[in-house]
């Protein structure tokens, strides 16, 4: 599990969140949540298998810390994969990981931090490093399970995620995907409009998870802008010669 640093003050906005999904992730046990699923199209970019690309090299943490954008306050985060049945059904596993930044497959490094855009929204940023394809593979696990998964419970807290659905792609990075959904952390609580965008560059993942916290908007976007200048500034430092 992260650290406890992870509900640093200016992550304040997803505190509520973090809380239920910290109790469905890898570093917990008990039983597996329960929920329903439907067939639908996949998404529209990348549709391919991705796990046939050469490698880039591994990022360090330290390379991972400077290729956050200054405005996140980036910190280091403990590195943890999603264990096997955090989700039921198990196809929406890959969704509830990708929400945190994370995956079914262990990374080798992760930096995360908060940008605010203005109003009640916010988004957590994520600067995960994997081994040799299990980026890509992570990519693969997680556009499977958005042709299935739909809705699911949390574990605890009788909380839950509903009418997850690919969304539109900016076209960053070497791959991305994108889904929207509507996440209840707590039972009588409004729904957040949620939106997680992942963006592959070489084996990093840089997930974009942004939440309207005010549970009066059906639906919020993560700012293109935000997108390319991270992708970018990642991409220079996976660039740049091995330090």
């Known amino acids: 599990m992260r650290s406890g640093t992870r509900h640093r003050s200016g992550a304040v906005v997803f505190a509520a969140m973090a809380g239920v ?35 880039a090299r591994v990022l360090t943490q330290r390379e991972l810390k400077s ?79 958005l042709r299935t998964c739909r809705a699911f419970p949390t574990l605890r807290g009788g909380g839950k995620w509903s009418d997850v659905r690919a969304a539109g792609q900016l076209g960053e990075g070497d791959e991305e995907l994108a889904f929207q959904a509507a996440m209840v952390p707590i039972p009588d609580t409004p729904a957040l409009a949620t939106e997680v965008r992942v963006v592959r560059v070489g084996t990093t993942l840089v997930t974009f998870a942004t939440n309207d916290m005010s549970g009066t908007t059906s639906q919020v976007r ?19 010669p091995v330090p």
Do not use: N, W
Not at 222 to 240: E, F, G, M, S, Y
């Open 222 to 240: 993560t700012p293109r802008d935000l997108v390319h200048r991270q992708v970018a500034a990642l991409q220079k430092v996976q660039a740049a």
């Open 67 to 145: 290729a956050a954008l200054h405005e996140s306050s980036a910190i280091e985060g403990q590195p943890f994969a999603m264990r096997a049945g955090a989700a039921r059904p198990a196809d929406c596993t890959p969704v509830l990981a990708a929400a945190q930044g994370v995956s079914r497959r262990m990374p080798r490094g992760m930096v995360y931090g908060t940008v605010r855009t203005g109003g009640h929204v916010a988004v957590e940023v994520f600067l995960t490093a994997y081994s040799g394809q299990e980026a890509a593979r992570a990519m693969d696990d997680l556009r499977a399970a």
């Open 21 to 55: 999904l910290a109790a469905t992730s890898g570093c917990g046990g008990g039983a597996p949540a329960t929920g329903g699923h439907t067939t639908a199209a996949a998404p529209s970019r990348s549709t391919e298998p991705s796990s046939s690309a050469a490698p």
